[in-house]
């Protein structure tokens, strides 16, 4: 089992739908989750990071962690042709003696049509 | 505040030499992981350092190595270069503190052929 597992896709949606994007790990401990985003042939940018059960909304972005369920998703509202990329679910969990373990899921493919 | 740099963007290297990048973190983050990126295996761990000390590791042969200097910028070299390794190498910054929110910022890394 792979320790965070993300659909590849591609995820295809119309524009203006919402995108949903999906993300399990499978250790229990992780802490922290993060959602970046990549264009092609670019760096990942941070979207959206999340530490406590629940949602969170930042602008057409909501995040949702579940942790008893370990799963953690993202949401896309009013998808636009510009957020055509690839997502990627990072998890972070903090290890005795003061390190941190940072494990990312090789990412869904989303795919906004005009 | 400036972002995280690296150098070079782009190199092309044949099999069997050595190569070493270099990633400058954001100022005042002490902490600079390594990631390879290829198509297939996506996002991998190569190895964090913080304060000068390796204190993290991802599952890489002893090709792959790096360090750090005092003011945080850091290194990785890989020696003996094979056609597998070519691949987008990414480094990341954060502070490094290790409790509560820890964020890593990407820099926009270098692509690496082996021919």
């Known amino acids: 089992q792979k320790e965070v597992e993300q659909n590849s896709g591609p995820l295809s949606v119309p524009e203006g739908a919402i995108a949903s994007l999906n993300c399990t790990y499978s250790d229990r401990v992780s802490q922290s989750f993060f959602w970046y985003r990549q264009y092609s042939g670019k760096s990942p940018e941070l979207i959206m990071s999340?530490?406590?059960?629940g949602d969170k909304e930042d602008g057409r972005f909501t995040a949702q962690l579940n942790k008893a369920s370990q799963y953690v998703s993202l949401l896309i509202r009013d998808s636009q042709p510009s957020d055509s990329a690839t997502y990627l679910c990072a998890v972070n969990t903090f290890l005795s003696g003061g390190y941190q373990k940072v494990t990312f899921g090789t990412g869904t493919k989303l795919q906004v049509i005009p | 505040k400036a972002g995280v740099t690296q150098t070079p963007r782009y190199l092309i290297k044949t099999r069997g030499q050595q190569v070493t990048l270099s990633c400058s973190p954001i100022?005042?983050?002490?902490?600079v992981s390594w990631y390879q990126q290829t198509p297939g295996q996506g996002l991998q761990f190569l190895f964090e350092y913080f304060s000068e000390t390796q204190r993290n590791k991802g599952n890489f042969p002893g090709r792959f190595s790096g360090r750090q200097f005092s003011n945080s910028r850091s290194e990785m070299n890989v020696s003996t270069l094979e056609l597998g390794d070519s691949a987008l190498y990414l480094c990341?910054?954060?502070?490094?503190?290790?409790?509560?929110?820890?964020?890593?910022?990407f820099g926009p890394g270098t692509r690496l052929l082996v021919l």
């Open positions: 100022s005042g983050h002490r902490s």
């Open positions: 999340i530490y406590s059960n």
């Open positions: 990341a910054s954060s502070h490094g503190l290790a409790v509560g929110e820890e964020t890593q910022y």
